[in-house]
């Protein structure tokens, strides 16, 4: 079984930054790329980022392309979302999830997903 859990949410005045962090345990192979989307009420979820824990390559929304960055320790099976230049746009509850591919999270096709934190930055 695996399981995903978020942390680092929290509030944050508009241009500031927070760090979001997920790990996971249980047996989770290291094909399983892992990525970030975040959900507001009322609308669906959406994609913001992807990591592939064989290459590293990334993928982003435009939304955060240049101003949020995905890291993940393959040692540690943890991720990590940097947000900087924060704006109340922003605000949402952030899930972490693990996917077949970064492609495949791209179109919100995840096969584990976490219970989310909430982001929150005030204008």
């Known amino acids: 079984q695996v399981q995903l859990v978020e942390s680092g949410g929290g509030l944050v005045q508009a241009g500031g930054s927070l760090r979001l962090a997920c790990a996971a345990s249980g047996r989770l192979s290291n094909t399983y790329a892992l990525g970030w989307f975040r959900q507001v009420p009322g609308r669906e979820r959406e994609f913001v980022a992807a990591?592939?824990?064989?290459?590293?390559?990334?993928s982003y929304s435009d939304g955060v392309k240049g101003r949020f960055t995905i890291s993940n320790d393959n040692s540690k099976n943890t991720m990590e979302l940097q947000m900087n230049s924060l704006m109340p746009e922003d605000t949402a509850v952030y899930f972490c999830a693990a996917g077949s591919s970064t492609a495949s999270l791209s179109r919100s096709q995840g096969d584990y997903w976490g219970q989310g934190t909430q982001v929150t930055v005030s204008a």
């Open positions: 990591i592939s824990r064989i290459s590293g390559y990334t």
